[in-house]
């Protein structure tokens, strides 16, 4: 037998690079990323370098776990399994409704599964809600495009990054979260300028051409004042706010509310360097981007400040043209496949649970009884854990997230399991921090073991492929929601969707006509012969495809209904927790390396990246903080919020200001610190502002 190589989609970030992974003749694997493919270039980073080794880890989970009488975990069948979730949850439903049960997913996994998911649980089983780990990370950026285009569509391609000449990564840091991605901007050859707005010095802040280290969450009063000096001087796009955009009056009135003294005061950025922005972005006008990541949507009031950025582009023209864009870089592998095929937060395809036309529509393509599709929509994330914590959700289910880690206010995450009657979890490993609590645990084949479809941050589809068999009983999320559809006794429902390619087809038919078309793309073949596709591709579309970047609203066309993009904007609001006599601190938090990802399940069993990372949570601070506590690198301290208290190690960084910290995500110490603030439209956690106070241990 000859070599076969297989090609598949990074299961991490959302640059979404392809990989190629040889299997030899004697079985064993290597790996190295694609040359030919447009996102990555021969290009991958450690973690995708080593995307396998996970998933052979000791610690998989190779069958179903049923917690017995006295509370311990037991291997069972999955005949067994199956029969006990269909029981426990059909129970919780016949005794408290069908709002008493919910699901939380991920954007972790294919959108074929995701798909599966969100049309089992509430077209088969009757749930209403559902949502998903995209909540934690891109809710924010898919409500404030869709209250300003109409739609959850980032208008960019990655070519922007090669064709901008001043480009704005405003609490974004590129450089370790999305290094592949980073390296097209590295690759353009206009000279550009490179702007960084983030309280910290971050990699990416080091490798700009201006820095400006903001106050924390004081982005609406600096990008106002932005907005305001643009306006003043006339450095707008008079015909292009004329033509296409609502509410610019109301935001002038705005934005002229606060001096550019006082603005500056609050961010804590000399007047002089936000004039000197001012006219960079008009002299570059025509070309200038602004990208965003967790540093806005991570806030009390991210979508505001999403909408700023939006704003400031829109005001200027910089939109719909090379090297422009308001532009949210996504999270997940495969968090833009959620946003529009979960059934989380829209019904499938983008489509609206509220709206009749829509459910019929839906019903019609699908082949089912429109009765079927809730006519209301889920809680989000933190209401259903609030409901869970108060006894109205009873049974919950996660999937391929991890939030006993991950969510913001371990203390209440917990007690909201706590309350519950039943807990099922569905993951790789079940030792996960949230897995260890599950009544019933269901293990599942990762990325490298099954197939699927994933969309990256620039909107293109690549596919994940199967390179190697899951351990023991372990199955594809897929084949888990097939099986457990059939055992509730709603399997037919779903006959048209033996596999996932199966799912794909059908969900192109659900999404023709919407701004998210795909129906144009004739199966994974096309997706593997042309490098992947960006969405929308509509059937009938003639465009060369091998050449195409994608970008959308060239136009100046878009999907609200009077087709003009909508200036949305408040006034700025401090946050409820901020520093005191006895917390002092300000905390921040985010990512850490490079080669760590999330609450690290996976990259912890790693070798290599052990090896290059710290194992024990840490926090950075200031070296002049660390002379008034009298610590240096290494040595432990204690932090405390209102929550909780911690111990870490401390790392002395410049990265942080004094008076404020940073602790990484990846430890779970972290998240028993952190304050539940939510954004007001998107219900996002504010992951990134705690007023701590930090001591010698
Ligand atoms: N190596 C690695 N890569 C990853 C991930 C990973 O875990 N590890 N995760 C992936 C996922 S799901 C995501 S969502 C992305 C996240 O990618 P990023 O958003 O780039 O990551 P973060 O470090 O969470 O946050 C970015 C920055 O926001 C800043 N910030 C905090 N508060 C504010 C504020 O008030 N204003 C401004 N302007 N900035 C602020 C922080 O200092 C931080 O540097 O990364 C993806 N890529
Ligand atoms: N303080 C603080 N907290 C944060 C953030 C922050 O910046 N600061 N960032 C937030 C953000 S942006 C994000 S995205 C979240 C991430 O939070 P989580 O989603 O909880 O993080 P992951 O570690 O990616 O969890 C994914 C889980 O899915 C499992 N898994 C992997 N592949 C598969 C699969 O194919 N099938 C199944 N069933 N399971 C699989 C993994 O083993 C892991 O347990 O964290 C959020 N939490
Ligand atoms: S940059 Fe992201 S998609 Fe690319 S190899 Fe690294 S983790 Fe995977
Ligand atoms: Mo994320």
Redesign the pocket.
């Known amino acids: 037998m000859s070599d076969q190589v297989i090609r598949t989609t990074c299961s ?3 640059v979404g690079c392809n990989l190629d992974i040889t299997i030899k003749a004697d079985g064993t694997r290597s790996l190295k990323p694609t040359k030919e493919y447009p996102v990555n270039e021969g290009f991958c ?1 450690p ?1 995708g370098f080593h995307l396998l080794t996970p998933f052979l880890s000791e610690d998989r989970g190779v069958t179903p776990l049923l917690k017995n009488e006295q509370g311990v975990q037991e291997a069972v069948s999955w005949d067994k399994a199956n029969e006990e979730f269909v029981l426990r949850f059909k129970k919780i439903i016949a005794d408290h409704g069908p709002e008493s049960v919910a699901f939380l997913s991920t ?1 972790q996994i294919p959108f074929e599964e995701m798909a599966l998911l969100g049309s089992v649980t509430k077209f088969g089983m009757g749930w209403v809600h559902g949502d998903g780990n995209t909540r934690q ?2 809710a924010t950026a898919a409500v404030a495009y869709k209250q300003a285009f109409g739609f959850d569509a980032p208008p960019f391609t990655y070519q922007d990054f090669e064709e901008s000449d001043l480009m704005v990564f ?5 450089v ?4 592949i991605m980073w390296n097209r901007v590295k690759k353009n050859s206009r000279n550009p300028l490179i702007v960084v ?4 010095s ?1 990699e990416t802040a080091k490798q700009a051409g201006a820095h400006f280290g ?1 106050e ?4 609406i009063p600096f990008f106002y004042a932005l907005a305001r000096i643009l306006i003043e001087n006339d450095w707008i796009d008079h015909q292009f706010i004329a033509d296409h955009t609502d509410g610019f009056e109301g935001f002038v009135d705005k934005v002229g509310q606060r001096s550019i003294a006082d603005a500056a005061a609050l961010c804590g950025i000399e007047e002089d360097r936000i004039y000197e922005l001012a006219r960079q972005i008009h002299e570059q006008r025509g070309r200038v981007s602004f990208w965003w ?7 009390h009031q991210a979508t505001r400040t999403a909408q700023a950025l939006i704003n400031l582009a829109l005001i200027t023209g910089n939109i719909g043209k090379p090297g422009t864009g308001a532009n949210s ?4 592998a495969n ?1 833009m496949g959620s946003r529009l095929f979960s059934n989380t937060t829209n019904l499938l395809g983008g489509h609206d649970f509220l709206n009749a036309d829509h459910r019929k529509r839906v019903a019609d393509r699908l082949g089912i009884p429109v009765e079927v599709i809730p006519t209301k929509n889920s809680m989000p994330y933190n209401q259903i854990l609030e409901a869970a914590r108060d006894g109205r959700i009873k049974g919950l289910w996660f999937i391929a997230t991890n939030p006993g880690h991950s969510w913001i206010n371990k203390t209440e995450f917990f007690d909201a399991l706590k309350a519950l009657d039943f807990l099922v979890v569905q993951d790789l490993y079940p030792t996960t921090e949230t897995a260890v609590h599950a009544d019933l645990f269901l293990p599942a084949a990762g990325s490298g073991e099954k197939s699927g479809t994933f969309i990256n941050s620039e909107r293109r589809l690549g596919v994940v492929q199967k390179v190697m068999d899951p351990p023991g009983l372990a199955k594809s999320d897929y084949d888990i929601f097939l099986g457990l559809a059939n055992a509730w006794g709603c399997g037919d429902l779903f006959a048209n969707w033996q596999n996932p390619e199966a799912a794909f087809r059908v969900l192109q038919r659900v999404a023709v006509g919407q701004p998210c078309d795909i129906s144009g793309i004739e199966g994974y073949s096309m997706l593997l012969e042309n490098n992947g596709v960006q969405w929308p591709y509509p059937q009938g579309n003639d465009e060369d495809i091998h050449s195409a970047h994608r970008r959308l609203f060239a136009d100046g066309k878009f999907f609200t209904p009077s087709g003009r993009a909508q200036i949305l904007f408040d006034d700025y609001v401090s946050p409820t927790e901020v520093p005191d006599e006895q917390y002092p601190t300000v905390l ?4 850490g ?6 609450t690290q399940t996976r990259t912890n069993k790693v070798p290599f990246i052990r090896s290059k990372t710290r194992f024990e949570g840490y926090v950075e601070l200031h070296s002049k903080d660390a002379e008034i506590l009298g610590v240096k690198t290494d040595d432990k301290v204690k932090v405390t919020s209102r929550r909780a208290s911690v111990t870490v190690s401390a790392v002395v960084s410049d990265g942080v200001k004094p008076g404020q910290v ?1 602790m990484p ?2 430890y779970q110490e972290t998240n028993w610190l952190t304050y539940t603030a939510f954004d007001t439209y998107s219900f996002e956690p504010s992951y ?2 705690a007023a701590v106070k930090v001591e010698k241990a």
Do not use: E
């Open positions: 991490y970030c959302s980073c973690k954007g990370c891109m405003v609490g974004s840091n590129p370790i979260n999305h290094p707005v983030d309280p910290r971050t903001i924390p969450k004081t982005d990541t967790m540093g806005v949507n991570q806030s870089i996504t999270g997940q968090a921040l938090t985010g990512r390396t490079m080669m760590q990802f999330h940073f995500m990846h990134k502002y």
